[in-house]
């Protein structure tokens, strides 16, 4: 259901297997609307195979590598061979995450009286996907931010307003977590204790309900802060607080600066 028009060479592609024969295997592709693909019977797993039927059965879910496509013939080759588990994981996780979007999308645009609700949800979806890294992020938005970061995408206004009230039903909020790489050196005879007094004074720091602070080493001279709640508004408003509750607690003999900072959000079972 990504409503692409023609897979890439090398993309990572979701299918389901239609017909599983001597010389190789036969799939339809989820995100194309049902295009076939081909594995050949080599590329369906490393080694010597006896019977591919050991590897997929007709109805698997399977995640392929393109190794060949052509548009003009409508022709597109696949390896199972060249997807680690780890990327097969990630793939499937991204393919369900974008069904229930749809889902969700299709749902809004009938309870809004759309006549072709199934369009609705494709296009809605692709506005989506062109606008943010991830469109369920942008439907997890929406439980702090309300409509806009629809409206942002192109979305119908009408539509976004009956999404709001199912995704308030539907989703659980997120926990977001930012963690913060700093370095901390101290030139001071007692420099360990003050390094250790600056970060007491960032894990002191008064904290709203709801968030959670940990410092830990990630090998001297440099921490790491992590801050994490449901509301992602505290966690960056947390986080500034921290860094400078410790900046303030540091004299001239101290080195303190932020060396990376990274956001990311954990979904809720």
Request: aromatic residues 8%; glycine residues 6%; contains cysteine.
């Amino acid at each position: 259901m990504s409503y692409k028009a023609f897979p890439r060479r090398n993309e990572l592609v979701v299918g389901t297997v239609k017909r599983v024969e001597d010389h190789g295997v036969i799939v339809e592709l989820d995100e194309y609307e049902g295009l076939e693909a081909y594995i050949p019977r080599s590329h369906v797993a490393s080694g010597r195979i006896k019977d591919i039927r050991d590897f997929v059965k007709e109805g698997d879910k399977i995640v392929g590598r393109v190794i060949r496509a052509n548009r003009k013939l409508g022709q597109v080759d696949l390896s199972l061979r060249y997807v680690s588990e780890e990327q097969k994981k990630r793939k499937l996780e991204e393919w369900k995450e974008r069904v229930r979007v749809i889902s969700l999308l299709k749902l809004a645009a009938q309870r809004a009286g759309f006549p072709d609700p199934e369009s609705i949800a494709k296009e809605s979806w692709t506005k989506l996907a062109d606008y943010y890294r991830s469109p369920m992020e942008a439907l997890e938005d929406m439980l702090y931010e309300g409509v806009d970061p629809l409206l942002k995408a192109g979305l119908d206004e009408k539509l976004a307003k009956k999404l709001e009230e199912i995704v308030k039903v539907q989703i659980k909020p997120p926990i977001y977590i930012k963690n913060i790489v700093v370095k901390l050196v101290s030139y001071a005879n007692d420099g360990i204790e003050r390094i250790r007094r600056a970060l007491l004074r960032g894990l002191s720091t008064p904290k709203t309900e709801g968030v959670e602070v940990d410092i830990y080493t990630a090998g001297a001279p440099r921490y790491i802060i992590s801050v994490c709640s449901q509301d992602p508004k505290l966690v960056r408003r947390m986080s500034t607080y921290i860094v400078k509750a410790i900046s303030k607690e540091l004299g001239e003999t101290e080195i303190f600066e932020v060396v990376e900072e990274k956001e990311y959000r954990k979904r809720l079972a």
